[in-house]
């Protein structure tokens, strides 16, 4: 706390300086402890013969607990949402493949407006449920409906 600073790694000091990674030596425990001054809670340093802990209360810990069932909800509203959106996205699928005779992964593309990972993971995920039957491979790969 007196400020005194003894830099075990010169060159490794002068390079994070170069890339500002730090101001000045010696300056941050300083800085610390003025950012916590208006607060109940203080950092807490523990010091051994060579080495030195600084443990820092987290100040936004009180406003968590608020943000994480919040957070909760809007994943359960999202992933109700998801389902539902997911369930639309086979139905188009289903119907194309039945209305064409076969689905291909550029069919889903096309027809869902989505990304070709999107595409290959409703594909997938209708293949496990035993919706669609996988013919051909690689290039060639088309999907049937499963009656």
Known sequence: MAGISVCRNQD???VFYRLHL???YGTGIGRIMKAYESLEE???IETTKNTFKIIL????????????SALKTER???????TEKSLISEEKVLEYARSHGAVTKNDVITLLRVSTSTASRVI???VK???LKQNGQARNTYYTVIK
């Open 124 to 126: 997938r995920k209708m």
């Open 129 to 131: 449920s035993s919706l």
């Open 12 to 14: 490794l000091a002068n």
């Open 76 to 82: 359960f509203t999202n992933s109700a949402a998801g």
């Open 42 to 44: 203080k950092p807490s």
């Open 57 to 68: 209360p987290n100040i936004n810990a009180k406003y968590e607990t608020g943000k994480a």
């Open 22 to 24: 730090i101001e000045a």
